[in-house]
């Protein structure tokens, strides 16, 4: 193995390929609903049982989708790195559970994740596994109705971001998959790694808007492009 550092970022396009659809940039619409009422601190403050249905039912929609072997291939890489001794950090956009039900163990979930609840009083989180809603108690602080979903909204930070930083100037290989490259501050990774000295790789559909800072960008279908990109990476002389 060539890299000593594996950072992979991945995106909606991963996802996609189970099932599971994304807020579609183009109209500003997930599911039907306007993001800002779904997706915003301001939205939750307007109408909390609008978005606490809406993620209890992206939430209970989980349980029908399942890991494709893009997500599978991540994790084989993941245990190829570990036993070769090298570091494989995993960070994910999505909020969806397809990356640990493949087995992937080092992942960062920088927007959150809905099986996940996070407490408006104590701020402490909860693994989340049914709906939540007004009578859902905190149980933590024991506090009555002060769950939300666990998403960083817009506006809002996203999680883990020094431990990103720190690893993004390590790695010597950073992997864009499934992404659009719209979105700050992931829209900004490829660039931070290839500063360090990264090699910089994207695997999408179809070329990102940050595409010509990667040094090879691969187009298709994440099911077929990540397997053959980490058999080619693991099965080198
Ligand atoms: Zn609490």
Not at 213 to 222: E, H, P, Q, T, V
């Amino acid at each position: 193995m060539q890299f000593k550092s594996i950072i992979i970022l991945t995106g909606a396009g991963i996802s996609a390929e189970s099932g599971i659809p994304t807020f579609r940039a183009a109209d500003g619409l997930w599911e039907d609903h306007r993001i800002e009422d779904v997706a915003s601190p301001e939205g939750f403050a307007r109408n909390r049982a609008l978005v606490q249905r809406f993620y209890n039912l992206r939430r209970a929609a989980l349980s029908k989708a399942e890991p494709n072997p893009a997500h599978k291939a991540l994790m084989e890489l993941e245990s190829y790195m570990r036993e070769n001794g090298g570091e494989f950090l995993l960070i994910t956009q999505n909020v969806d559970d397809l990356h640990e039900r493949a087995g992937s163990q080092n992942l960062i979930h920088m927007h959150g994740a809905l099986k996940s609840a996070l407490c408006t009083h104590c701020e402490r989180r909860q693994p989340q596994h049914s709906d939540i809603d007004e009578r859902s108690l905190c149980e933590h602080c024991k506090t009555k109705g002060s769950l939300r979903p666990d998403i960083v909204w817009f506006g809002e930070v996203p999680y883990q971001m020094g431990r990103i930083e720190a690893a993004l100037a390590r790695c010597d290989l950073f992997v864009s998959i499934g992404t659009s490259g719209a979105v700050y501050p992931a829209a900004g990774f490829v660039r931070a790694a290839r500063h360090y000295g990264a090699r910089t790789i994207e695997l999408n559909l179809d070329p990102s808007a940050g595409s010509a800072l990667f040094d090879d960008s691969r187009l298709g279908k994440a099911s077929a492009l990540v397997p053959a990109w980490v058999k080619s990476l693991t099965h080198e002389a």
